[in-house]
């Protein structure tokens, strides 16, 4: 039997999204900073390949998070119900 989700309101999906987005942003952001000696005293500073690479994890963590995972870290906090793939 197939699973069903339920509707979710616009603002909760909206909010999910935007909370991930800073969250992402943050976490992978203060990692590479870290692992390539770009952070700062108010936090890190990318340019050039670190900020790709940056972009890259951002978009892989939206990815795997909605078409694998089942929902990325907020959509499971809020209980944000994302239909899979067959």
């Known amino acids: 039997m197939a ?3 339920q509707p979710v309101p616009v603002w909760k999906r909206g909010l999910a999204a935007t909370l991930d987005l800073f969250t ?4 992978f952001g203060w990692l590479i900073g870290h692992f390539t000696g770009n952070n700062t005293d108010e936090g ?14 951002i ?4 990815f795997v998070g909605r078409r694998v995972a089942g929902g990325t ?14």
């Open 3 to 5: 699973d069903t989700i």
């Open 24 to 27: 992402a942003f943050f976490f």
């Open 44 to 57: 890190f500073k990318l340019d050039g390949g670190p900020a790709l690479l940056l972009f890259a994890l």
């Open 59 to 62: 978009v892989v963590y939206f």
């Open 73 to 86: 870290l907020w959509d499971r906090i809020l209980r944000i119900g994302r239909p899979q793939p067959k």
